[in-house]
């Protein structure tokens, strides 16, 4: 059983770090039983737990919490703080893998995350997220770029309108084509079709790292693929982005049409944007002071920069008032190329 739910990179089979995190708290309590009668747990529960921990500290922002992805809370520093004391590679640092579908970029001050993954299937998950391809980004202790949270782990329930817009692309920090989730979500809150392959590049050289993705998650629908690079420089003060939508082969779909789309960037709590006199920009300012200048430039067509009202939940349910930033735009001849950074 334990092969199953543990991916050879210490990914777990439902993508949902808190998953993680509770069979991780499990093998630690159960692996204590045997010692206590003195005698020795199977080596399996410690080969287990050594690859659970460096993965789940790979997903860790520069204030130690992990993120909310696929269904479960944020994960605070304090538990996994137990599990690097607990773990003998608990201090250990997976940069990701092609079995948990998760990446860290990480440089000077800045680390990066992003779900570069297929969705879990209904069997494995019933409450995963249509975010793909979204990411975090951290400068320190402070969160600049997050998703909006989730459900599972929390004490008390959100309400049922919360919980499930959780779930949506728009709450996640990635593109949204046609305000249409890239993975259909059923009433139940299982994910259906959609996303089904997901294409990964990583790079790395003296200039900084690299790292190139792309998902099929609109192409039976509209007859788009979403591709997303992300480049951080080698001191962490740039992330350079670009997100581009492109026509999926002929024989997907026979009749197509122009589509309207959004790249959304939701700011951590605390951090405030400013638009740029040009409307394109935004200055961000983060609680610890530190200012951000995020760019945005379209290779064809108009688009716009707005900046709008978010929320983000926090590890213990609290709801908190936040912003986002909204690239806005429309497809010409079934494609799209838009830079950030």
Known sequence: LLPALVLPDGGIASRAPVDALALADLLIFTAGAPEALGNRAPPVFADTLARLAPALRGLMLGDGQIGAWHGGAVIGADALDRLSRKAATGTEIRRGGRWSGYHRLSAGRSVVVIDAGP????????????????????????????????????????????????????????????????????????????????TLALRSSVEGQLIETSHNGYAKRFGMLVRRRLFLTADGTELAGEDLIEAAPAGLLRRRAERNFDVRFHLGPGVSATPTADGMGALLKTPSGRIWAFKVRLESGAGRLAIEPSVWVDGAGSIQRTQQLVVSGGTQKMAADVHWS
């Open 119 to 198: 969705p879990p299937s209904a069997r494995l998950s019933n409450s995963g997220h249509a975010g793909t391809l979204a990411f975090e980004m951290s400068d320190g202790p402070d969160r600049l770029i997050t998703n909006c949270g989730g459900v599972r782990g929390l004490e008390a329930p959100l309400a049922p309108a919360l919980a499930s817009g959780l779930s949506t692309t728009a709450a996640h920090s990635t593109l949204v084509i046609a305000d249409t989730n890239s993975t259909r979500i059923r009433d139940d809150g299982t994910l259906a079709a959609g996303v089904e392959e997901v």
